[in-house]
C-alpha cells in the first residue's frame, strides 16, 4: 500500500514536472512571436493581429498557409518557414491559453457595425457575420471559424479587404471571399470596429 502510494506520487510529481517543462518550452518559442504580436499574445500594432484566445486549431491552419505561402504575407512566410507541426502546435496551444485584452471602443462608431454583425444586409446577400463567428465573437472551433472579438480594427479591415480582392483565399468554401466582395468599404469599416470591443 505505501510503496504503490509512493509510486503514484512519484509519477503525479513527473507529470506535472513535465507539464511545467513543455509549458515553458512553449513560452520560450513564443518569445519571438511576442516581438509583433504582443509577449501574452495581445499586440499593440493595430496592423497585426492579436493572438490570445486565438483557437489553435485556426492557429495552426495559419502557420501552415503562411508557411505554404498560401497565405502571403513577407514576414509571416519568413517566420512560418522554419516552423515544425510541433512548434506550430506550440505556439498555438501557448497563445490561446492567454488572455485576450479586449479595448473599449466608442459606441457610435460601432453602432452601425453591431447591426450588420447581427443582421446582416439582406438587400445585398450578406449573412449576419455572428452566423459563423458567433453572438460574442468567439468563433466555433468545431467548423473552424475564428473567434473575432477584441481583434484590432485596422487588422480586421485589411483582412476582409484581402478576402474581398481575392488576395487573401485561406477561407473554407471560399465563404469569407464570397461574403467579403458583397461589402462596402463602409460596412468593413463599420464591422471590424464594433468587431474590436465585442465581448
Not at 503525479?12 to 513543455?22: F, K
Not at 516581438?35 to 486549431?57: F, I, K, R, Y
Request: charge should be positive.
Amino acid at each position: 500500500m505505501f510503496r504503490t502510494t509512493i509510486r503514484t506520487l512519484l509519477v503525479v510529481s513527473l507529470g506535472l514536472a513535465m507539464q511545467g517543462t513543455l509549458a515553458q518550452d512553449a513560452k520560450t518559442k513564443a518569445a519571438t512571436c511576442g516581438a509583433c504580436h504582443g509577449p501574452d499574445g495581445n499586440s499593440v500594432n493595430p496592423e497585426w493581429p492579436s493572438l490570445a484566445g486565438q483557437h489553435p486549431t485556426y492557429v495552426v491552419a495559419q502557420l501552415q498557409a503562411f508557411k505554404s505561402n498560401v497565405r502571403k504575407n513577407p514576414n509571416m512566410n519568413a517566420m512560418a518557414a522554419p516552423l515544425s507541426d510541433q512548434d506550430m502546435s506550440d505556439l498555438a496551444g501557448y497563445f490561446a491559453s492567454q488572455t485576450l485584452k479586449i479595448p473599449s471602443v466608442d459606441g457610435d462608431a460601432a453602432s452601425a457595425g453591431a447591426k450588420l454583425y447581427r443582421g446582416g444586409n439582406a438587400e445585398t446577400g450578406v449573412p449576419a457575420c455572428m452566423s459563423c463567428h458567433g453572438p460574442n465573437g468567439a468563433g466555433n472551433v468545431a467548423a473552424g471559424y475564428p473567434a473575432v472579438r477584441g481583434q484590432h480594427a485596422k487588422y480586421s479591415t485589411l483582412q476582409l479587404q484581402a478576402y474581398k480582392s481575392g488576395e487573401r483565399a485561406t477561407d473554407q468554401k471560399s465563404i469569407m471571399r464570397s461574403i467579403a466582395v458583397r461589402l462596402s468599404a463602409e460596412e468593413i469599416d463599420a464591422v471590424s470596429r464594433f468587431m474590436e470591443g465585442l465581448h
